[in-house]
C-alpha cells in the first residue's frame, strides 16, 4: 500500500532480493518500458494477454534461472 509496483520492485531489487520480477499492464509504453527495465523489471507482459504469451515468458524466466543456479554451484 501507498506506492506503485514499480516502486515495490526497485525496493526490493535494493535489498538483493533476487527473484524475476513480470509487470503486467494495460498501458505500456515505450517510456514504462524503459522506466520498468530500470527498476528490476525482468519482462513486460501487455494486457489483454493470451496464456500462451504468460507461458513462454515464465518458461524463459524459469531457464534462465535454473542456468544461474547451475553456474553458481559448478
Known sequence: PGRTGL????????????????????????????ESLRKGVDQIIEKPFDLSAVSAVLKSLASGRLAEIEKERA
Open 7 to 34: 516502486e515495490f520492485c526497485a525496493e526490493l531489487r535494493a535489498r538483493s532480493w533476487n527473484r524475476s520480477f513480470v509487470l503486467v499492464t494495460g498501458f505500456a509504453d515505450k517510456a514504462l518500458a524503459i
